[in-house]
């Protein structure tokens, strides 16, 4: 299946006003995909090589998989998932360092009382 994004104009990309669009080879499997241009002056793609490519052919040899995104896209689109990625801490829950402290108090507290009680039972018995 070629997966071009508008059935009537195959192999032509879906926002013909952006230069770099990604494609994949349909002989390979698509294993490998390619970042090839778009030049909407005279309906071609071009590759890095300088060769260029008929929307006709390019929908014959490649099946289209999006627009390449700027350095700018991609840090949005990164911040984004990242934001969505984190959730929001609990209210009810306690920060590590905290947490950690609480413990701490609460050993130090056991030991002590069991030291008060150990001293009181050795006064009773001698």
Known sequence: MNAWPDATRPGEPA????PW?????LDDGGQAPLPLGWNPAVRQWLSWDGSALAPAE???RFRYLGPALTPAEVAAE???AEAAALPAQPVDMVPKRDAIRN?????????VATLFLA???VQWRG
């Open 15 to 18: 926002d013909a006003t952006r």
């Open 21 to 25: 669009h990604w494609l994949a080879r």
């Open 58 to 60: 390019a929908a014959r």
């Open 78 to 80: 990164t911040a984004e």
């Open 103 to 111: 413990h701490l108090l609460i050993f130090v507290g056991s030991v």
């Open 119 to 121: 001293e009181k039972i």
